[in-house]
Every structure is written in C-alpha cells, then in structure tokens.
Antibody, heavy 122, light 108 residues
Framework: EVHLLESGGGLAQPGGSLRLSCAAS????????ISWVRQAPGKGLEWVAA????????YYADSVRGRFTISRDNSKNTLFLQMNSLRAEDTAVYYC???????????????WGQGALVTVSS | EIVLTQSPGTLSLSPGERATLSCRAS???????LAWYQQKPGQAPGLLIY???SRATGIPDRFSGSGSGTDFTLTISRLESEDFAVYYC?????????FGPGTKVDIK
C-alpha cells in the first residue's frame, strides 16, 4: 500500500524558513516523479513544485520560484521542500503527491499524503 | 497557463440523484490529460479519473468522466452518502499543472 507522510510543518515568521519532508513507502520511490501541492485555508489546490524520479529535473510555480527548493533522497525514500523568504500567502496545508510516471510532464497525481500545515505569521 | 473553470460552484442534490459537474479550460487540454479528484473535509484529495475518462483503481463505476478539448464532465450516476464532497478538475498536459476552483456537492 502506498503511503506518504509529511512532516516539518509549523509556525514561521515572515521572511523565515521551514523545511518539509515527505517519507514514502509501498512503492519504488526512485522510479516516480513527486510534487508538492498546497491548499490555503478554505481555498482550492495549487501545484507548487515537482521533481523527476532521478532528481535531476525540478519545476516550480512562479509564486515560489527562487524561494522554494524541492529535492529528494532516493536512498532514504524521502522528498523535501526547503521554503525560504516565507510570506503570509504561503500559509497552507502542503501535500506531497506521487505522480503516475517518472517524468513531471503528462503525469497525474495518483496518491497523496495527509498534508502538513505551514503557518506564516508574526 | 491554462485556467480551469468549474460549474456549478455548489450542487445540492439528494442521495440517489445524478450529479453532472463541468470543467472548462481556457485553451485545449493536450491529449485530454485531465484528472478529477475528490476531497472530503479534513482529508487529502483522492484521484477519481485520469485522462478524462479512465477510472482510477478502486473507483466505483457510478463515477464516469467524458470530454475533450476544452470541455470536460464528471458524472456521478447515483449519489451515495459518501459522495458528498468537493470535486476538483486538474490538467496535466501543459506546465504549470493547474486546478479548477472546485465544485461542492452537498446534501439537499
């Protein structure tokens, strides 16, 4: 059974940093692309960043490019999201989502974690 | 980027009724790479449909998807109590991936 478990959420000050992790199990982690998708309180879904199966290719939404960095450790079946220069509008539940192929393009999200809440406030 | 519009915003129906949800794209969705997700309160989204009309593993056949180009539809043939939720469409044919704002299906 596929399982994705996010951790590292919490309260951060504007301009601060936070690092999210997503521990994966139940599938061959190194063969699938993975994304982060966020949902602001009471709002819809927004794709944030994606990484290819090997980790060599990364993709970002314009809203986070230059501030967030996605990475993965295939030896530990773990995905990361380093979030710097945080803003109030980054407040959201952050989900890691397994994609249906090794490549970001043309693949949908077939499994989701339960999410980690990030709150940016002074 | 491709903007997805969903209608209606809220659909109020009774168990056993048919639900028809619409998703319209601002430009053609490449290869009909459109997915539908269901989200219940306090839970993560779950995949229902991919490639416009293919049901995900374990999804009952009362859920069906159709459409191509810019117009897509999710149909729930007979609503059951567990189907009352928010439904999102998402295109994955063009980067960046985008989601619609959602349709809430609630109990009339």
């Amino acid at each position: 059974e596929v399982h994705l478990l996010e951790s590292g959420g919490g309260l951060a000050q504007p301009g601060g940093s936070l690092r999210l992790s997503c521990a994966a199990s139940g599938f061959t982690f190194r063969t699938y692309a993975i994304s982060w998708v966020r949902q602001a309180p009471g709002k819809g879904l927004e794709w944030v960043a994606a990484i290819s199966s090997s980790g060599t290719s990364t993709y970002y939404a314009d809203s986070v490019r230059g501030r967030f960095t996605i990475s993965r450790d295939n030896s530990k079946n773990t995905l990361f999201l380093q979030m710097n220069s945080l803003r109030a509008e980054d407040t959201a539940v952050y989900y890691c989502a397994k994609q249906s192929s090794s490549w970001y393009f043309d693949s949908y999200f077939d499994y989701w974690g339960q999410g980690a809440l990030v709150t940016v406030s002074s | 980027e491709i903007v997805l519009t969903q209608s209606p915003g809220t659909l109020s129906l009774s168990p056993g009724e048919r639900a028809t949800l619409s998703c319209r794209a601002s430009q053609s969705v490449s290869n009909s790479y459109l997915a539908w997700y269901q989200q219940k309160p306090g839970q993560a989204p779950g995949l229902l449909i991919y490639a416009a009309s293919s049901r995900a593993t374990g999804i009952p056949d009362r859920f069906s998807g159709s459409g191509s180009g810019t117009d897509f539809t999710l149909t729930i043939s007979r609503l059951e109590s567990e189907d009352f939720a928010v439904y999102y469409c998402q295109q994955y044919g063009t980067s960046p991936f985008t989601f619609g704002p959602g349709t809430k299906v609630d109990i009339k």
